[in-house]
């Protein structure tokens, strides 16, 4: 298995540009996550989707952030526009707990490091 | 509500010596609790989990985790460290039937050979 695939690994930007991050999750996977990692607020979840649904968006910083999950093998998270507070490193990570998704653990990507000038 | 604390931002041990980093948690119930381990550059791996049974749960790369529910406790543990066990390691505590995952700030490991 291929594991969370995250891209791009890298982005550099400027102030007000439109950002996407992709996520493919581990083939199977029902559970989603977007997380946010700087070294002042450490690891903050943003959005998990379940079956391609939304299910919590409330860490989602501002109406900046947009996270869509169209099938189960992709997900985008958008930021529009860019701000340099923004930049950190964001992680997806996946799981297919059939009880929930805390019982396997999460499965995490790469992450994307993010900056925005 | 859930919270995690490792009071330990970084710690430095001798290759060969041994390990605790601490985690202590706060849940109204029995939580689901993770360690995980994030080299540079690189996402967070799984290292061990604990849901029931077995206080004692033994993980990847020899690593072992205790949850102490007295102390509200589940420090990771390892009786001899390896230069390549330098990292990043966070615990995480979850609630049974949901999805959320609470992690804590991270200690950062640092072995001098």
């Known amino acids: 298995d291929a594991g969370v695939i995250q891209s791009p690994r890298h982005e550099v930007t400027e102030m007000g540009q439109e950002v996407t991050l992709r996520c493919k999750p581990i083939s199977g996977h029902n559970s989603l996550f977007w997380y946010r990692q700087t070294m002042m607020r450490g690891l903050e979840l943003l959005i998990y989707f379940n079956n391609n649904v939304p299910i919590d968006d409330s860490g989602m910083p501002e109406d900046r952030f947009s996270a869509k999950m169209p099938n189960a093998s992709f997900s985008t998270l958008k930021i529009q526009p860019s701000e340099p507070r923004d930049s950190a490193v964001y992680f997806c990570?996946?799981?297919?707990?059939?009880?929930?998704?805390?019982?396997?653990?999460?499965?995490f990507g790469s992450g994307t490091q993010l900056s925005v000038l | 509500a859930q919270s995690v604390t490792q009071p330990d931002i970084h710690i430095t041990v001798s290759e060969g010596a041994s390990l605790e980093l601490r985690c202590n948690y706060s849940y109204g119930a029995t939580p689901y609790l993770f360690w995980y381990v994030q080299s540079p550059g690189q996402g967070l791996q799984l290292l061990l989990k604990?849901?029931?049974?077995?206080?004692l749960v033994q993980g990847i790369k020899g690593f072992e985790a205790e949850f102490k529910r007295s102390q509200s406790s589940f420090n990771l543990r390892k009786p001899s460290v390896h230069w390549s066990d330098a990292a990043e390691y966070f615990c995480a505590v979850g609630a049974r039937n949901t999805d959320k995952l609470i992690f804590g700030t991270g200690t950062r490991l640092q072995v001098f050979p």
């Open positions: 604990y849901f029931s049974g077995d206080t």
């Open positions: 990570a996946s799981t297919g707990g059939a009880a929930g998704a805390i019982d396997e653990g999460l499965f």
